[in-house]
């Protein structure tokens, strides 16, 4: 069964910055792309950022030049650095690993930005 568990969500400022962790009970490498994704109350769960297995990244809009993803294939754990965070990130952010044949989601780690 494959686990992911997300962590380092938590408060924090306008303008500070979290790094979010999510930790696979297997081997990322064998998932052809891994993901964040956020969900705002009353939103729709949206990406925020991927990146394939070959560390092509792919991210929203709404956060090019302040959140970077990237992958420790040695630790089997996908991050998520957020920087210059505003209000408007506040949500709940989800892992997501995906194969072939089927996506599995991590529990989700709040995150709210407020002074």
């Known amino acids: 069964q494959v686990q992911l568990v997300e962590s380092g969500g938590g408060l924090v400022q306008p303008g500070g910055s979290l790094r979010l962790s999510c930790t696979a009970s297997?081997?990322?490498?064998?998932?052809?792309?891994m993901g964040w994704y956020r969900q705002a109350p009353g939103k729709e769960r949206e990406l925020v950022a991927q990146i394939t297995s070959r560390g092509a990244t792919n991210y929203a809009d709404s956060v090019k030049g302040r959140f970077t993803i990237s992958r420790d294939n040695a630790k089997n754990t996908l991050y998520l650095q957020m920087n210059n965070l505003s209000p408007e990130d506040t949500g709940v952010y989800y892992c997501r690993g995906s194969t072939y044949h089927a996506s599995f989601w991590g529990q989700g780690t709040q995150v709210t930005v407020s002074s």
């Open positions: 297997i081997m990322i490498v064998s998932f052809d792309s």
